[in-house]
């Protein structure tokens, strides 16, 4: 895959070409550009990114520590593998530490084998300085005021289902049907109910309050 600085559009913008022996060309302009492996560092704050008091490679050493530590895990390498990727030396390296730990965005303590040899570092980062973190919403945690209790809410049920449920009357129809069917002496009908009741016994007669009927 061709680098983005290997491109024509960037080319074109040099001030000047590579050319072996050439002297006002920077030392860093003949060294190879990293390949794209899909790594990358999840987003920083601008106070990190802004601190003038970090030396600038300090800078780029945290930022390195902080896509190697992933979810925010400690990190145990050794001193020539940071150095190494930073293109530093062991001694600058150091530098580089000191200073970041200076500024409270890291601890590091040194590691040991079974039998006290130093086997390299153990870094873990200050990831509330270093990395930006979405803010959660925060839940309600106050009881809701008197006059929203009672406030119906809209539920997400579907607005154009019709669900017909019987009404008193007919109910108090259907029960007396069941009266009749079982031998029962059922309650008095009025006379608002005494239709509704007529055509669910499908009896012809009028049932009317006190008198006596039999089941069908």
Same mark, same amino acid.
């Given at each position: 895959?061709?680098?983005?600085?290997? !491109?024509?559009?960037?080319?074109?913008?040099?001030?000047?070409?590579?050319?072996?022996?050439?002297? %006002?060309?920077?030392?860093?302009?003949? +060294?190879?550009?990293?390949?794209? #492996?899909?790594?990358?560092?999840?987003?920083?704050?601008?106070?990190?990114?802004?601190?003038?008091?970090?030396?600038?490679?300090?800078?780029?050493?945290?930022?390195?520590?902080? =896509?190697?530590?992933?979810? =925010? %895990? &400690?990190?145990?390498?050794?001193?020539?593998?940071?150095?190494?990727?930073?293109?530093?030396?062991r001694?600058?390296?150091?530098?580089?530490?000191?200073?970041?730990?200076? $500024?409270?965005?890291?601890?590091?303590?040194? !590691?040991? %084998?079974r039998i006290?040899?130093?086997?390299?570092?153990?870094?873990?980062?200050?990831? =509330?300085?270093?990395?930006?973190?979405?803010?959660?919403?925060?839940?309600?945690? &106050?009881?809701?005021?008197?006059?929203?209790?009672?406030?119906?809410?809209?539920?997400?049920? @579907? !607005?154009?289902?019709?669900?017909?449920?019987?009404? $008193?009357?007919?109910?108090?129809?259907? +029960?007396?049907?069941?009266?009749?069917?079982?031998?029962? $002496?059922?309650?008095?009908?009025?006379r608002?109910?005494?239709?509704?009741?007529? @055509?669910?016994?499908?009896r #012809? $007669?009028?049932?009317?309050?006190? &008198?006596?009927?039999?089941?069908?």
């Amino acid at each position: 895959m061709l680098h983005i600085s290997h !491109t024509a559009a960037i080319l074109a913008q040099r001030p000047y070409q590579i050319v072996p022996g050439r002297s %006002d060309a920077p030392r860093r302009k003949s +060294l190879e550009c990293p390949p794209d #492996r899909g790594t990358f560092v999840k987003p920083l704050k601008q106070c990190f990114v802004r601190n003038p008091r970090l030396m600038p490679m300090t800078r780029i050493m945290l930022t390195l520590l902080a =896509g190697w530590a992933g979810h =925010g %895990d &400690s990190i145990k390498t050794t001193i020539g593998i940071i150095a190494k990727h930073l293109g530093k030396s062991r001694r600058q390296l150091f530098r580089y530490l000191k200073d970041a730990a200076e $500024e409270g965005y890291l601890y590091w303590t040194k !590691t040991k %084998d079974r039998i006290g040899r130093y086997t390299g570092i153990c870094v873990r980062l200050n990831f =509330g300085a270093i990395r930006y973190e979405k803010a959660s919403r925060a839940k309600a945690s &106050s009881p809701k005021p008197a006059e929203m209790v009672d406030v119906p809410q809209e539920s997400d049920t @579907k !607005t154009t289902l019709s669900i017909t449920l019987p009404g $008193e009357e007919e109910f108090q129809a259907r +029960l007396r049907a069941i009266c009749l069917r079982n031998g029962i $002496e059922p309650p008095p009908l009025k006379r608002a109910e005494w239709a509704i009741g007529k @055509k669910i016994l499908g009896r #012809r $007669e009028k049932i009317w309050p006190g &008198s006596s009927a039999t089941a069908c």
